[in-house]
Each structure stands twice: as C-alpha cells, then as structure tokens.
T-cell receptor
Framework: DGGITQSPKYLFRKEGQNVTLSCEQN?????MYWYRQDPGQGLRLIYY???????QKGDIAEGYSVSREKKESFPLTVTSAQKNPTAFYLC????????????????FGDGTRLSIL | KQEVTQIPAALSVPEGENLVLNCSFT??????LQWFRQDPGKGLTSLLL?????REQTSGRLNASLDKSSGRSTLYIAASQPGDSATYLC?????????FGTGTSLTVIP
C-alpha cells in the first residue's frame, strides 16, 4: 500500500545534539512538507520541497535543516540551534504543482514526537 | 499572508446529534480546501477535499461546503457517533503551501 512512513515514532534529544527525523513516501509525489504541531496550535510549516534538490523555508525554519536528494525521501534535522524542539513533527506529501493543481490532497505520516532529555 | 480560523475550538455533543464545524480563511485565492481528522498522537487523515470551483463534497455522513468568495467552509456531520470524537482541521492550498486552522476538538458523548 502506498503511504508515508515517519521514523522513529518517539525521539529524545540531548542538549547540544542534532537529531534527524526520517520521512519516506512511495506515492510518487513531487512535493513534500514538514510541519511542527504544538498543543493548542495549528500546524506550522517548517520546510517544503516541490522537487528533488530544491526546498524552501516555511514560517519557522530557524534551527532546522532539510535535504531532498531523492524523490522518496525528505529528512528533517533538528539542530542544536533550535532552542525549543519539543513538539510533534508531521511529514506530508502531495502531487505538487502542475496538471490538476486544484485536486491536490495532502497525505500525512503518523508523526514523530521529539522530547528533550 | 493567509490565515485560517476554526470556530469553535472545542465542541461536545450527545450521540446522534447533527453538527457543523466552521472554517474561515482570509484570502480567497485558493486552489482547494481540505478537511482532516486527527486522533490523539496520530497523523492527519484526509476526509474531504473541495476544489475551488466546487461548492460541496459528500462522503458518507460528512458533507463539506465551500464559499470561496466569503472565505468560509463548513463540515457537516450527520448522526454523530462516539467514534467521531477527534480533532478536525481544515487547510487551504494556495498553490505551493497549505495553511492550517487550529482545529476543533469534537467529543461525542454516548
């Protein structure tokens, strides 16, 4: 079955440590997204990528980095510069720009919960 | 910048009742609007997508409407069940980004 796989489900970060969250999709989608969700707040966009080897900052990119070397994969690194990383991180994908742009449902993974030790 | 608002933030209804969730957005230049369901600690599950040229979409007990000119959408749930208890989020797609509301937490009381 096609879908989005996020791993790990739970992750703990020590002070000064970088951690990487994995996101893999087999939906053949061009566009991928990373969101952060905090209690009582909506999803906030961290980074998105419309095509391989290209990505753009979202609203809260500071302290995060991404890469898009393969269409299927869009890993997110939470760096030590992110002072408040405790949150629920969601990865999503969609077909991206192009034909049928108005019919662009977004599909989500099950999320990674990051906590500070 | 697009802003999406959902009212109410929380809603509690007895089983069997029909209910309406509201979503409003500030910029009508959207390609579509999507309604999602989120269970605690889980990702988002897509419920309905309404393209900008459409007025409504239906799936089972769910009906979503879109009035793009006024920046509003509603999600109607008929004959609510305890299994409908979850947080419901709406999101609008502007062509390169999706903008999400903060969600409505729904509790259906048996």
């Amino acid at each position: 079955d096609g879908g989005i796989t996020q791993s790990p489900k739970y992750l703990f970060r020590k002070e000064g440590q970088n951690v990487t969250l994995s996101c893999e999709q087999n939906l053949n989608h061009d566009a991928m997204y990373w969101y952060r969700q905090d209690p009582g707040q909506g999803l906030r966009l961290i980074y998105y990528s419309q095509i391989v080897n290209d990505f753009q900052k979202g609203d809260i990119a500071e302290g995060y980095s991404v890469s898009r070397e393969k269409k299927e994969s869009f890993p997110l690194t939470v760096t030590s510069a992110q002072k408040n990383p405790t949150a629920f991180y969601l990865c999503a994908s969609s077909r991206g720009q192009g034909m049928g742009i108005s019919n662009q449902p977004q599909h989500f993974g099950d999320g990674t919960r990051l906590s500070i030790l | 910048k697009q802003e999406v608002t959902q009212i109410p933030a929380a809603l509690s209804v007895p089983e069997g009742e029909n209910l309406v969730l509201n979503c409003s957005f500030t910029d009508s230049a959207i390609y579509n609007l999507q309604w999602f369901r989120q269970d605690p600690g889980k990702g988002l599950t897509s419920l309905l997508l309404i393209q900008s040229s459409q007025r409504e979409q239906t799936s089972g007990r769910l009906n979503a409407s879109l009035d793009k000119s006024s920046g509003r959408s509603t999600l109607y749930i008929a004959a609510s069940q305890p299994g409908d208890s979850a947080t419901y989020l709406c999101a609008v797609y502007t062509g390169n980004q999706f903008y999400f509301g903060t969600g409505t937490s729904l509790t259906v009381i048996p």
